[in-house]
C-alpha cells in the first residue's frame, strides 16, 4: 500500500504549473492593462497638445463611445433609449464648445424639445426611455466638454499644460487609491457598490490629486495660489470619486462588470472616464470663479 507521503507527492507537482501558469497570466494582464492605458493617455495628451479642434474631435468621440456604452446597459435594464438623438447630441455637445457657450444652451433647448416630440408622437414610448435617452449625452457629451472649455480658456502650451493636469490630477489620485488601496486598504467605502473602494485609498488619491495640482502651481503659468491649487486639487479627486461610484451603481444596476470592452484590461471607455465626467467640469467651475480663466 502506497504511503499518505507518496499519494500526496503527484497533487504538489500537478499544483505548481498551475500557480505558474496563474502567475504568468496575471502578468499578462496587467502588461495589457498598462500597454492599453498608456496608449490611450498618449492619445488624450497629443490631442491637448495640438490644440482646441483635435481636443475637442477626441473627446466628441470619447462623448459618442460613453454614451454608446450607457445607452447598451440602459437596453439591458429593459429600457429603450432614441439611440439616433442621444449619440447625435452626445457629438454636438463638446463641439458646440468651439464657438460660444450659446450654442451650447441652444443644443439643450433643441434637444429636450426634440424628446418631447419624440414622446408625444410615439405611443410606445415610455417617460423611463425619455429620461434615460437625455440623461446619456447630458452626462457624457455635455459634462466632459468642460475639457474643451479648459483647453479653449488659455491659448498655446500654458493652457494644453493645464487641461493635461487637470486630467493627470484624476489619473494619478486614481493610481494612487489603487496603491494606498490595495496596501493599507481595511476600511470599505461603498461596499454594496464599489467593494474594492476603501477610505485608505481614498486619501491616498487626494494626495496624488493635490501633488499633480502643486505642480501646476509652481510653473508660474498661471494666477494660481498655493491654496487655492490644494482646493482644487482635493475638490477635483472627491468628484472624481463621486463619479466612478455613480457609475459603479449604473453597472450594478443592470449587472455588468464593465461598461464594454473597448480598451482592453480597462473595460470600456465609460469605465476609463467615469472620474474625469466630474473631475474636470469641477476644476473647470473652481478655476473660473477662483479666476484663474
Not at 51 to 74: D, K
Not at 268 to 273: E, H, I, N, P, Y
Request: hydrophobic share 50%; with cysteine.
Amino acid at each position: 500500500m502506497d504511503s499518505p507521503r507518496d499519494t500526496k507527492a503527484p497533487r504538489r507537482k500537478t499544483a505548481e504549473p498551475d500557480k505558474q501558469q496563474g502567475s504568468k497570466g496575471a502578468l499578462s494582464g496587467l502588461v495589457v492593462r498598462t500597454g492599453f492605458g498608456l496608449l490611450y493617455a498618449a492619445v488624450f495628451i497629443a490631442c491637448l497638445l495640438l490644440g482646441t479642434l483635435p481636443t475637442a474631435l477626441f473627446i466628441a468621440a470619447m462623448s459618442w463611445l460613453c454614451c454608446f456604452e450607457f445607452y447598451r446597459m440602459m437596453r439591458l435594464d429593459g429600457k429603450v433609449p432614441n439611440e439616433l438623438l442621444g449619440l447625435a447630441a452626445a457629438i454636438l455637445f463638446p463641439l458646440s464648445a468651439l464657438v460660444h457657450p450659446l450654442w451650447l444652451t441652444a443644443l439643450i433647448f433643441l434637444f429636450v424639445l426634440s424628446l418631447g416630440l419624440w414622446y408625444v408622437y410615439s405611443p410606445r414610448t415610455r417617460i423611463a426611455d425619455v429620461a434615460v435617452t437625455a440623461f446619456g449625452p447630458l452626462y457624457t457629451g455635455f459634462m466632459l466638454s468642460a475639457i474643451v472649455l479648459l483647453r479653449e480658456a488659455i491659448p498655446g502650451f500654458p493652457g494644453a499644460l493645464l487641461s493635461i493636469g487637470v486630467c493627470a490630477s484624476l489619473w494619478v489620485s486614481d493610481s494612487f487609491a489603487y496603491l494606498v488601496g490595495s496596501r493599507f486598504g481595511r476600511h470599505k467605502m461603498a461596499p454594496k457598490i464599489s467593494p474594492n473602494k476603501s477610505w485608505e485609498g481614498f486619501a491616498g488619491g487626494l494626495l496624488g490629486s493635490v501633488i499633480i495640482w502643486l505642480i501646476l502651481w509652481l510653473t508660474g503659468f498661471y494666477d494660481l495660489n498655493i491654496w487655492l491649487a490644494i482646493g482644487i486639487g482635493l475638490a477635483v479627486a472627491i468628484l472624481g470619486v463621486f463619479g466612478d461610484l455613480i457609475e459603479s451603481r449604473i453597472k450594478r444596476g443592470v449587472g455588468v462588470k464593465d461598461s464594454g470592452n473597448f480598451i482592453p484590461g480597462h473595460g470600456g471607455m465609460l469605465d476609463r472616464s467615469d472620474s474625469l465626467i466630474f473631475g474636470c467640469i469641477t476644476a473647470y467651475f473652481l478655476l473660473f470663479i477662483g479666476g484663474v480663466l
